[in-house]
Nanobody, 125 residues
């Protein structure tokens, strides 16, 4: 089992920045690819970003490309999502997720094995 705990959400004005953190425990963190997803009210959960197990490869949804940066610190068992130039449409609950290294990297939430409880991000206009 892998336990994931997100933090760093909050209320921010449009154009502002937030950094989300996701602390992992329970298994060897560097054995897992990590992803961030989000779910806005009334909408399905959607892919935001993912990062390879060693951190060398990242991938972003078009809607956040150039504004968000995913990174990880395997020594701290933590993955981050730096969010800049935030827009009201970024308002959502943000979740981190983990998938074991042996599985193919994917933007599909169904492929992820472990999930955090989520952290709310609200961007005011």
């Amino acid at each position: 089992q892998v336990q994931l705990v997100e933090s760093g959400g909050g209320l921010v004005q449009a154009g502002g920045s937030l950094r989300l953190s996701c602390a992992a425990s329970g298994r060897t963190f560097s054995d897992y690819r990590m992803g961030w997803f989000r779910q806005a009210p009334g909408k399905e959960r959607e892919f935001v970003a993912r990062i390879s197990a060693r951190g060398g490869v990242t991938y972003y949804a078009d809607s956040v490309k150039g504004r968000f940066t995913i990174s990880r610190d395997n020594a701290k068992n933590t993955v981050y999502l730096q969010m800049n130039s935030l827009k009201p449409e970024d308002t959502a609950v943000y979740y981190c997720a983990a998938v074991y290294l042996s599985k193919v990297a994917s933007n599909d939430e169904k492929r992820y094995d472990y999930w955090g409880q989520g952290t709310q991000v609200t961007v005011s206009s």
